[in-house]
Structures are given as C-alpha cells and as structure tokens.
C-alpha cells in the first residue's frame, strides 16, 4: 500500500474549487438579510444631514402616531440606560445615538422600530431635529489651528483635537545620517480616505428571549468573539447568555470589524420590545457613515548617499480620525503598523512621528483590506522609493536592489523594531522586470517621448507583516491576538472543523480543510468546515488584517497533529505494537519493520469509539490556540506600464504583472483570486474611486455613481507570477498571509507609472485617485495636483 497522493485528496497545493461557492452561485447563500425570525420587527436609522451642529430638541411624537411604529429611540433614551456612548476598540468612544452634538455628517440620531421597514424609514422623516450649526473641520491642518472649535467637548481633558502624538525610532540616529547625506530627497502626499464598499452592509438581528435571558445576534462582523466580549461589557448581559452568529458575509475588508450603533440599537430594541429586531444598512447609509479607511497626509524625506545607499528615513504622518477614534488596532502602536513603512530595506536609521486628530468626518482609519495602516505605510515608501531613485538619477529597479534586505541577510531587524524573518526580494523584482520586459520597455519610452507619447513604468516592491499576535505585542482592548482551531473526526473518519476565523469570500471552507487533508490525510471533501458562531466555535479574533491564514490557519496545523499524535497511539494499539514502531505517511500508520502491515487514518478514528486501549479517553476531537511567534511577511513585486494622453489626462493600462511570495502556497488558485481582487481594488483606488469633504463637511462623491466600484470592463488584465517561494520559518506548513498584498502594494505600482510617463516636467506628485482632470492639470502645467479635503462641491 503506498501513501495517498495529496493533490489528489485536495491537500496543500491542490487547486480545488471552492466548496463555498456552490451554494454562492446557486443563489444559496444565508447572508445576515435572508433570516427572518417570527414576530420579527425592522429599524431605520435617522442621521445627521450636518457634519457639525449641537441639537437644540428632538421631537419624535409625529413618529410615535404612525401606525405600526413600535419604538422612536433616541439618545437620551439610550442615555437612560447608559447607552448613549460605547467604547470604541481604540480606547475612546463613539456617540451611540447623538445627545448633545452631531460630529459628522451621516451620524446616527434616532431609530424606529416598526412593522416593516418602509414604515420605520416614513417615520423617521417624520422626526424633528432642531440643529444649530457649527463650524466644521475636515482636515488636520484645520483641526490644529488656531481657535478650532472643539469636536470632542464631550471628553474632559480634551483641550483640542488631537487624539495623540506618538514617534518611534531612533531619533539621533537619523539626525547623524542626515548629516551624512549628499542628497536629501522629500516628498508630501495625502492618502485620500476610502471606503471598502462591501457587496453586502452591515446589519443585524437581534433576538432577546426574556424567557431563557438569552440574546441572539446574527450580524454582519468579521470578528464574532470580540463583538460578545464588547456586548457583555457594554450591555452588562452575561457572556454566556450572548450568541452572535455571523452567518455567510458578502465581503468585509475591514468594513464589518468595528461595532457600530446600528447594532447596538438593535440589541436594545429586542430587549425592550422582547421581540427580534432587524437592522439592514442601505447602501447611503454604509458609504457616508461606516468603515471609511485612510485619510493620512504623508511628509517624508530620505537621506542618501551619492552612489545611491539609503542612509536614513523621516516620516511624519497626520492621521485624520473622523469624530471617533473607533478603528480596531493594536492599541499601542497609535497608527496601527505605519512603521512597518521601509521594512524590504536595509536602512541604517527611521523616526517616524505620527499625530492622529478629530475631525468632522466619520469615524475613519479603518484597516481596509490592510494590517491597520500598512496600505498607507506601503504607498508611501515605495513613491517615496522613486521620488529618491528620480532625485539621484538612478535606475528605478537599481536602486531598490541596491537597498533591500539581502537573502543572506535574514533575520533582519528593521529600524523600527520589526523582525523580518525570510524573503528574496531581489528574485521577485527580477522575475518581474524580465515579464515586464523592462529594458526593452524604457527603449520604447525613450523613443516615444520623442514623438510626444508619454509611456511609463511603475514598480512597488513591498513586505508586510500579516497575522496579529504574536500575543506578547498585539492586544486589541487588551484582548490577546492569537487564534483557535477545533477538530473533531467522526467515527467513519468524516471530520467538523471550527476556527476562530471568520471567512467574508476568502475560502476558509475550501483551505481549511486541505490543511487537515495535508496533515492527517483525511480528503479534503471529508471535513466540513464552520465559522462564525460564538456557540459552537472556538474563541478567536476573527478574520482582518490577512491573518487568518498565518494564525488560525497555523491553529488548524496544530490541532491536526494533536489528532494525529492520539490517532498514532490508536494505531500502535490496532497493529499490536509499541507506539515508537509506528511510521506516519499520509494517510496511514505502519509497522516501521513491516510497512504492509498499516491502518488508514479513517480505521483509527472507527477505534476511537468503538476500539480504544483500556484507559484511554474515547473520541478523535481536540482544540488548538495558535499563538505565532512573529509575524508572516511576504513580499510582492508590482510592474506597471502605462500611456498617458497628455491632451486628457486619461491613462491606461498597457501591462500588469504581479510577483508574489506568500510562501507555500495552500490553494493556489484561491492565491490568485485573492491577488487578482486585490489588484483590482488597487486600480480602483488609484484611478477612479473619489470620496472626499467640501467645507461644510458634506461628504461629496458618496454615491456609486462617483465611488465607482470597477468591472471586469475597466479593469486591466494582470500577469501573475509564482515561481518564487520563500516559506515562513515558524510557521507550521510555512504559509504567508496574502489576502491584502495586492491591494496595499498596488496603487504605488500605478501612481508611479503615471508620475514616471510625466517625467522630465517635475510633476513629484497627483493624489489618488489619479482622474483623468488631474494627471491634465500636472502634464499641462508641470505641478503636483493635491486631493485633499475641503474641495469645492462642484468639482
Ligand atoms: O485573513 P484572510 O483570510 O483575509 O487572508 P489570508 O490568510 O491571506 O487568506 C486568504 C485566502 O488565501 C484563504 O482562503 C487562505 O487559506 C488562502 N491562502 C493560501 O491558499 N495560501 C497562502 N499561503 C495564504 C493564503
């Protein structure tokens, strides 16, 4: 008898299709809207049509008269109960339902409770608000001057609008290299805010039944366990007495990881009316008021060395926040991880000073298909990277090898703390160079910049940690960052898994189980995969930051071995030897002196309950919490070539490849649709999507006829590429995150290529989203074209 063949089982490397998806395409999905529960109620929420203005009255009674109305909340009546504020999973806190002011535009400030929702939406324009205005702030530089109104006046202590000011690195060491420098390259770039625009909004439905006192709550979150924890602490209901199901979501991206008063007000519905009620975000409602991510002015400048050695980095970021400081981070890190900004690097000395404020704008920052704030990190050191190579003359791909972290350079410390473990960033950049057919492509540029042609090229290079904890450093409101696996094999050798992870589109179903399929040899079609159920999965942090994969997919290694280390004492008792003379091949034990003689995985897991040794615990099942030593950092090289029209501005696409090197890849398949979206999400933020702030804080562009989410029609073609593979160390079967690389190292690829078609007319910089009236505006005037708020309405 000879091993089973993995791919064949649909182990680790095996391109099988997702088993999710046959209920997706057949319309059989069991998303947060399709549930309905008897007796079930709908709620609407009324928000705020001014960015900033105090509330002078409320008056709900025309709402109360209409028929069918349940429930007219409002703040004070969620103050009654102590709900008017909650704590955000940053340490401040967030209005629940407005009592004193509005901070934004878009805020929640009263629900109704009715029949159905039509009529919750008619009786929440039957509320009166009496606002009285006031002056609005939509940019830091605003924020901080000079007799700024105070947004946060209902936080003692908070004298003006800064949340914090908070620097890392080594300050004197950078001072020293800059003195050493021939040349000092600078760049300044605002990140624009976005938005994630998830498929599906957010929503909820709560169901409080006052006869077991439990409370039931399916809801759209990314993070189930953390959202218990928050409703026992916030609610003060017992832990135990909360399930939240969060049944199959239509995309998160980071979007569905905050709490949101949506869902409290619904929770509190259901316990004062005791009957469920539901909540479902319109479209308006989600684009204006949750999960806008971003919003960070970049000012950098590099110290270098004539031959081209990066000598020393300066950062200094302004993160604007929105009214609430409720992104979810590791909390002591200020702006999540923007210091992992040059980590592919060897540079000798980095400081970077982060100042976070308040502003009149949604709460923000929320890490949008990213590890809290490495999209924007990335962006700007790799402009950063080819404002400096362009500085000194030298050849864009040169100086980045001349820069990175040498392969035999790992473990490499950057200077900001982080250790970086493994990687070939040289491979990959000359993997991708050669598909690009780079040399061949700057002949061509040259030769067309003489006819008037304006082609470029534009490279992003990139590592980033993926997969919070380890638990020494990352807590998110001192919750410990690790992640749990839970496997229980059946008599006949089927399998359930359940992890702390919660998938949103990425295949956990499919690659979990190849996971068990490569570590017990059970096929992968065998074990059923949950998620999502505080009552029945293990206790973990959910799915963000791409750590699934490096955490609770380490978890599911893990557990595997646990059942396989019991199993192997099964098989010693079935084959009648001593454990020490049974070998493991996939699938199967054996008798090291008699290979023929084996038991399958599957006779093991039949003797579990019906065969076991005398004193051994019955049963195949066990738990894992997966705690990772470090970090996974994979590394990505994005080649870009583009033509611009320099009569319109309009620019497009003439290549696209991609090198990635997440390590072993579990799914390859599933590995490039999750580096195609994320190239797709990159184009999209780079070239189309525009969402921003006029002066009295109207968010302008909040519909999708402006935030364009792009078809396969606009989108350019991609070339990827994965033949290079570097394994993580520490991890169990050597898995990089990948979920996000695309989407965080993308946009650089295509803004460089446009800044590099403009080349020669000192154009350093245009914001994204690169429309077509800006890149104009910079190659008809030869000037760098700034998005930041406020902009005029009309533009
Ligand atoms: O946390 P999230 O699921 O968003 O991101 P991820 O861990 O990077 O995984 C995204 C998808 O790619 C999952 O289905 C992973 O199992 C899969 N993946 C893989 O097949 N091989 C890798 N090395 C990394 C991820």
């Known amino acids: 008898m000879s091993a089973l063949d993995e791919i064949k089982i649909g182990g680790l490397g095996a391109s099988r299709k997702r088993v999710e998806d046959n209920r997706f395409i057949r319309g059989k999905g069991n998303y947060t809207d399709d549930i309905a529960l008897p007796g079930m109620l709908h709620m609407e929420i009324l928000r705020s049509p001014l960015a900033h203005a105090r509330i002078k009255s409320i008056d709900t009674s025309k709402a109360w008269d209409i028929p069918g109305v349940h429930l007219v909340l409002t ?13 955000t999973l940053s340490y401040d806190t967030q209005a629940v339902l407005a009592t004193d002011k509005v901070r934004f535009q878009g805020q929640e400030v009263a629900c109704v409770i009715a029949d159905d929702p039509y009529i919750a939406k008619d009786a929440c324009e039957a509320i009166d608000v009496d606002y009285e205005p006031l002056p609005v702030i939509v940019n830091p530089r605003q924020a901080v001057a000079e007799g700024a109104p105070v947004i946060r006046d209902d936080k003692e202590n908070q004298a003006g609008n800064v949340i914090y000011d908070w620097e890392v690195g080594d300050k004197a060491g950078t001072d020293r290299a800059f003195e050493q420098a021939d040349l000092v390259s600078k760049l300044q770039l605002h990140y624009p805010r976005s938005h994630p625009s998830p498929i599906e909004c957010c929503g909820s439905i709560a169901d409080f039944n006052r006869a077991t006192s439990k409370l039931t709550v399916y809801m759209t ?3 189930p366990h953390i959202i218990r924890a928050a409703v026992a602490l916030v609610a003060e209901l017992p832990e135990h007495m909360i399930r939240i199901i969060s049944p199959d979501i239509g995309g ?23 009957r469920p009620v539901k909540w479902i975000e319109d479209k308006s409602g989600n684009l204006i008021s949750t999960g806008f991510a971003r919003d960070v002015y970049l000012d950098g400048e590099m110290a270098l060395r004539r031959d081209g050695k990066i000598l020393g980095v300066r950062i200094h970021t302004d993160a604007d926040h929105g009214a609430f400081f409720s992104d979810a981070q590791p909390s002591k890190f200020k702006i999540g991880l923007m210091h992992s900004a040059f980590a592919a690097y060897d540079i000798p ?14 709460p923000g920052g929320v890490a949008y298909r990213c590890s809290f704030r490495v999209t924007e990190a990335m962006f700007f050191q790799e402009r950063m990277i080819q404002a400096a190579a362009d500085d000194l003359g030298m050849d864009q791909a040169a100086f980045r090898r001349m820069n990175f972290v040498r392969d035999e350079d790992f473990p490499h410390r950057t200077p900001f703390g982080f250790l970086l473990d493994s990687g070939q ?21 040259a030769e067309a910049r003489k006819r008037g042609r304006l082609l ?10 993926l997969g919070a904890g380890n638990s020494r450093e990352y807590d998110i409101l001192g919750i410990k960052m690790f992640d749990s696996a839970d496997l229980k094999v059946h008599m006949t050798g089927k399998a359930i898994l359940r992890t702390g992870a919660k998938t949103q589109g990425q295949g956990h179903e499919t690659t979990w189980a190849q996971i068990v399929a490569h570590e017990l040899g059970i096929p992968a079609e065998d074990v059923v995969v949950e998620e999502g159920d505080t009552d029945t999965a293990p206790f973990g942090m959910g799915t963000y930051a791409s750590r699934s994969t490096p955490v609770a997919g380490a978890a599911v290694a893990m557990v595997s071995r646990k059942i396989r280390a019991k199993a192997r004492k099964l098989a010693a008792h079935l ?19 008699a290979p023929d003689r084996g038991v399958t995985i599957q006779e093991c897991a039949m003797a579990a309950y019906s065969n076991m040794p005398d004193g051994m615990e019955p049963g195949l099942e066990n738990t894992a919490y997966y705690d990772p030593p470090n970090l996974t950092w994979p590394f990505a090289c ?11 501005g309009v620019w497009d696409v003439l290549k696209m490849v991609a090198v990635d090197d997440c390590g072993v890849r579990i799914n390859p398949m599933i590995v490039e649709g999750q580096i195609m979206g994320g190239l797709t999400e990159a184009y999209a933020m780079a070239s189309m999507q525009f969402i921003t702030f006029d002066a009295d804080g109207n968010c302008v562009g909040s519909n999708y006829m402006d935030y364009l989410l792009p078809s396969a029609w606009e989108t350019p073609g991609f070339e990827l590429h994965s033949e290079v593979v570097t394994p993580c160390p520490h991890h169990p079967i050597g898995a990089k995150g990948i979920g996000e690389c695309a989407a965080v190292g993308g946009p650089a690829a295509f803004v460089n290529a446009v800044i590099d078609a403009l080349g020669g007319t000192g154009v350093r910089n245009i914001d994204m989203p690169l429309l077509p009236d800006r890149v104009w505006e910079a190659a008809t005037y030869h000037r760098d074209v700034s998005g930041a708020p406020p902009v005029r309405a009309d533009d």
Request: charged share 20%.
């Open 425 to 445: 960033y040289a491979k990959c950049l000359d993997v991708g160079l050669k598909a690009v057919g780079y040399e061949e492509f700057r002949r061509e540029q």
């Open 221 to 223: 979150t990314q993070a």
């Open 456 to 465: 470029g090229l534009g490279i992003s290079t990139m590592t980033e940690p």
């Open 575 to 593: 084959l009648e030897v001593s454990e020490e003379d049974v070998e493991w091949e996939l699938g199967r034990f054996y008798v090291r002196s």
């Open 638 to 648: 994005y080649i870009v070539t583009v033509e611009v029209d320099p009569q319109t």
């Open 349 to 362: 000395a980095a400081h970077l000073t982060a100042r976070g404020t308040y502003s009149n704008k949604a």
């Open 75 to 87: 703040g004070e009546m969620m103050a009654t109960r102590n709900l008017a504020w909650m704590p």
């Open 252 to 274: 998160g991206f980071g979007n569905k990881v905050p709490v949101y008063p949506g869902y409290v007000c619904s929770i509190l519905a259901s316990i004062l009316l005791e």
